[in-house]
């Protein structure tokens, strides 16, 4: 049973950072691209952050480009996403995601359609 379980979210004022966990078990992390998204109410899911199965190349939204970065402890099974200069537009529910084997195609791995297991999601809310 693949389980994806998201943590670290929260209520922060504009300006501060949260760091993300998402703790996976059932598959062979090391395998899996994963990736972050988020929806915010009333808008459609979309594309956060994403870190390649092999080789830890990464790829961001140009919306937290600078500000967050996405890591991963293949021993812990775990991926991060650390949230930097956080302001009001990034409030939204994050989720994460895990997409089996390899694809270095950057397009394919913004696409939420491309992966295969989702986690619960957890609320980050940003006060101005």
């Known amino acids: 049973q693949v389980q994806l379980v998201e943590s670290g979210g929260g209520l922060v004022q504009a300006g501060g950072s949260l760091r993300l966990s998402c703790a996976a078990s059932g598959i062979t992390f090391s395998g899996y691209a994963m990736g972050w998204f988020r929806q915010a109410p009333g808008k459609e899911r979309e594309f956060v952050a994403t870190?390649?199965?092999?080789?830890?190349?990464?790829d961001y939204a140009d919306s937290v480009k600078g500000r967050f970065t996405i890591s991963r402890d293949n021993a812990k099974n775990t991926v991060y996403l650390q949230m930097n200069s956080l302001n009001p537009e990034d409030t939204a529910v994050y989720y994460c995601?895990?997409?089996?084997?390899?694809?270095?195609?950057?397009?394919?791995?913004?696409?939420?359609?491309?992966?295969?297991?989702w986690g619960q999601g957890t609320q980050v809310t940003v006060s101005s």
């Open positions: 870190i390649r199965s092999v080789g830890g190349r990464t």
């Open positions: 995601a895990a997409r089996g084997g390899y694809s270095d195609d950057p397009t394919l791995l913004r696409n939420l359609h491309a992966y295969d297991y």
